[in-house]
């Protein structure tokens, strides 16, 4: 595998009127109502909070985003045959420390935005050269030509992609999906990493033996959030196809799937939380690169994967864990300890699944943190 990082081109987005004019118009035309009066949260979107997106969406300014995303250097390249697009950031020291850092769903780059400054910025001696690549299928990363794109063969193309930009060793970061991706990246590509920082931990690896009670506390309520909450994920994983088809026509619908999970996941008692304008710019990024349907395939490809659903063994690369209190079901101590060599382990004190977007100070000070904790173990 190889990149070609000569053919490696400066991006710049650039939304065309017609699609945001035909957004506007369908978003006009909407008919939002909620099943029952007094809806319940628990259900699902509700039509107050789905009207209030809806609205701030139609007036929404999409040039003022798109220039902001734009002054972030931003390339595609050919990697492997599958175009990926990335924004690639130099820090300010002259021996800046290389760190891919990767999203999940529902979000994409430009979560991750707010951490270019906070770790490009020299601080004790310490920057950050900063990568942070689109996953295939979302954003303006090619979607995936045939089955196959998954878990395991995305943490070979940000091998390939740091390989390609000159970095042969390299920190990497992910949630949800982006963990998934940096595990894989653990278990076949120790040689190339410096170290991991994740977001939680996994809670669906093999139920241990010698399993504590708070562990078995803990697996319970991952159980029974998996029958009340988790549905959304086994469709992605069977019917992909299905649900694209309704969610990838209405921008109403694609603001209800994917709003719900912003509100439900993230901490609403964080001052700043996930603005609405960070949620229009994130929802017209979905609808028009039409990245929903890739999006929710990945889940497809990650639950076909073998290696995701079975943890690797602890092989020595220093291990991170940062665990925000909103997030869907924080892990305690313990169960990190089984499956990782853990150099770290954060508590956070606000904060839920979409740290980027909610809290990058304390996401950017605990990846500041790690690395200093690997510098002295090593």
Same mark, same amino acid.
């Given at each position: 595998m190889h990149v070609n990082t000569f053919a490696a081109k400066s991006f710049q987005i650039h939304i065309s009127d017609d699609v945001l004019n035909d957004l506007k118009s369908r978003l006009k035309q909407s008919r939002v109502s909620?099943?029952?009066?007094?809806?319940?949260?628990?259900?699902?979107?509700?039509?107050?909070?789905?009207? =209030?997106? @809806?609205?701030?969406?139609?007036? !929404?300014?999409? *040039?003022?985003?798109?220039?902001? @995303?734009?002054?972030? %250097?931003? !390339? =595609?390249?050919?990697?492997?045959? $599958?175009? @990926?697009? !990335?924004?690639?950031?130099?820090?300010?020291?002259?021996?800046?420390i290389p760190i891919v850092l990767t999203n999940g769903w529902p979000s994409c780059f430009i979560e991750l935005m707010p951490l270019v400054p906070l770790?490009?910025?020299?601080?004790?001696?310490?920057? #950050?050269?900063?990568?942070? /690549?689109?996953? %295939?299928?979302?954003? #303006?990363?090619?979607?995936?030509?045939?089955?196959?794109?998954? @878990? $395991?063969?995305i943490a070979e193309l940000w091998t390939a992609l740091m390989k390609g930009l000159g970095y042969t060793r390299f920190f990497a970061h992910g949630s949800d999906m982006g963990a998934g991706v940096v595990e894989r990246l653990r278990a076949n590509h120790g040689d190339s990493l410096l170290g991991i920082?994740?977001?939680?931990?996994?809670? #669906?690896? /093999? *139920?241990p033996d010698d399993i504590t009670s708070l562990e078995e506390a803990y697996l319970k309520s991952a159980q029974a959030w =998996?029958?009340?909450?988790g549905a959304y994920a086994m469709l992605h994983a069977s019917k992909p196809q299905t649900i694209? &088809? &309704?969610?990838?026509?209405? %921008?109403?619908?694609?603001? &209800?799937?994917i709003g719900e999970k912003l509100d439900a996941w993230s901490d609403s008692s964080h001052a700043d939380g996930i603005t609405l304008d960070a949620i229009c710019s994130l929802l017209t990024i979905y609808w028009a690169t039409d990245s929903i349907g890739p999006s929710m395939y990945l889940y497809h490809e990650a639950f076909s994967d073998s290696g995701v659903m079975s943890p690797p063994p602890k092989q020595g690369v220093p291990v991170a864990v940062a665990v925000f209190p909103k997030d869907i079901l924080p892990a305690p101590r313990s169960w990190g300890e089984?499956?990782?060599?853990?150099?770290?382990? $954060?508590?956070? /004190?606000?904060?839920?699944?979409? /740290?980027? #977007?909610e809290v990058p100070d304390l996401l950017a000070d605990d990846l500041r943190a790690f690395v200093r904790d690997v510098s002295s173990r090593n």
């Amino acid at each position: 595998m190889h990149v070609n990082t000569f053919a490696a081109k400066s991006f710049q987005i650039h939304i065309s009127d017609d699609v945001l004019n035909d957004l506007k118009s369908r978003l006009k035309q909407s008919r939002v109502s909620d099943i029952l009066p007094n809806p319940n949260a628990m259900l699902g979107a509700c039509s107050d909070r789905l009207n =209030q997106i @809806i609205e701030h969406w139609i007036s !929404f300014d999409w *040039r003022k985003a798109e220039a902001e @995303i734009n002054s972030v %250097p931003a !390339f =595609q390249s050919e990697i492997d045959g $599958t175009h @990926i697009h !990335f924004l690639h950031v130099r820090g300010q020291g002259e021996n800046s420390i290389p760190i891919v850092l990767t999203n999940g769903w529902p979000s994409c780059f430009i979560e991750l935005m707010p951490l270019v400054p906070l770790l490009t910025r020299e601080v004790d001696g310490v920057s #950050f050269d900063v990568v942070i /690549p689109s996953l %295939p299928g979302y954003g #303006f990363s090619e979607h995936p030509k045939q089955s196959g794109l998954n @878990i $395991t063969r995305i943490a070979e193309l940000w091998t390939a992609l740091m390989k390609g930009l000159g970095y042969t060793r390299f920190f990497a970061h992910g949630s949800d999906m982006g963990a998934g991706v940096v595990e894989r990246l653990r278990a076949n590509h120790g040689d190339s990493l410096l170290g991991i920082h994740m977001v939680n931990v996994n809670w #669906f690896y /093999p *139920r241990p033996d010698d399993i504590t009670s708070l562990e078995e506390a803990y697996l319970k309520s991952a159980q029974a959030w =998996q029958m009340q909450e988790g549905a959304y994920a086994m469709l992605h994983a069977s019917k992909p196809q299905t649900i694209a &088809a &309704a969610l990838r026509d209405s %921008p109403v619908g694609l603001a &209800a799937w994917i709003g719900e999970k912003l509100d439900a996941w993230s901490d609403s008692s964080h001052a700043d939380g996930i603005t609405l304008d960070a949620i229009c710019s994130l929802l017209t990024i979905y609808w028009a690169t039409d990245s929903i349907g890739p999006s929710m395939y990945l889940y497809h490809e990650a639950f076909s994967d073998s290696g995701v659903m079975s943890p690797p063994p602890k092989q020595g690369v220093p291990v991170a864990v940062a665990v925000f209190p909103k997030d869907i079901l924080p892990a305690p101590r313990s169960w990190g300890e089984r499956w990782y060599d853990l150099t770290r382990w $954060t508590e956070m /004190p606000s904060g839920g699944h979409f /740290p980027g #977007f909610e809290v990058p100070d304390l996401l950017a000070d605990d990846l500041r943190a790690f690395v200093r904790d690997v510098s002295s173990r090593n």
